[in-house]
């Protein structure tokens, strides 16, 4: 039997490197968009922190330039969480966007593995029909050794 040769092996294997390599970068989005997550909380814990110490300002005796500063960092921090919150946002659409080359890149190996094996299947559909006509052969042959 022959073996059987994809003559577009070289494109599949093409397909499955991309698709290694869009695995690897959704998988960079995602750890991003985790990264940016844990800095938003922390500066949600930032802001919590510094209200609880205005309030224990406010209890205590009273301290205008303590208060201001208190204010101002509060508002800072509102600042700082709001770019923080676009970073997140970007970081979610640099998730999608990776997701979607994935799936696009998935949908291309998944076309060309099913040439393969419909071109595997016509390599041996082919075969056998050979082996059939060689069995034929041989048979008429031995067939016509023994009449003669």
């Given at each position: 039997?022959a073996?059987?040769?994809?003559?577009?092996?070289?494109?599949?294997?093409?397909?499955?490197k991309?698709?290694?390599?869009?695995k690897?970068?959704?998988?960079?989005?995602?750890?991003?968009?985790?990264?940016?997550?844990?800095?938003l909380?922390?500066?949600f814990?930032?802001?919590?922190?510094?209200?609880?110490?205005?309030?224990?300002?406010?209890?205590?005796?009273?301290?205008?330039?303590?208060?201001?500063d208190?204010e101002y960092?509060?508002?800072r921090?509102?600042?700082?969480?709001?770019?923080?919150?676009?970073?997140?946002?970007?970081?979610?659409?640099?998730?999608?966007?990776a997701?979607?080359?994935?799936?696009?890149?998935?949908k291309?190996r998944?076309a060309q593995?099913?040439?393969?094996?419909?071109a595997?299947?016509?390599?041996?559909?082919?075969?056998?029909?050979?082996?059939?006509?060689?069995?034929?052969?041989?048979?008429s042959?031995?067939?016509?050794?023994?009449?003669?």
């Open positions: 039997m073996k059987f040769v994809y003559r577009m092996q070289s494109i599949l294997n093409i397909k499955n991309m698709e290694t390599q869009a690897m970068e959704l998988g960079q989005a995602q750890r991003r968009l985790t990264e940016e997550e844990e800095r909380e922390r500066l814990e930032r802001k919590r922190y510094y209200l609880e110490e205005g309030r224990n300002l406010r209890q205590a005796a009273l301290n205008v330039r303590s208060l201001r208190n960092a509060i508002a921090m509102d600042e700082y969480i709001e770019l923080q919150r676009e970073n997140v946002k970007k970081a979610v659409q640099e998730v999608e966007e997701r979607a080359k994935l799936e696009e890149v998935m291309e998944k593995e099913k040439l393969r094996e419909k595997f299947d016509q390599f041996i559909h082919e075969e056998n029909a050979k082996e059939s006509k060689e069995v034929d052969e041989l048979t042959y031995t067939y016509g050794q023994k009449r003669g």
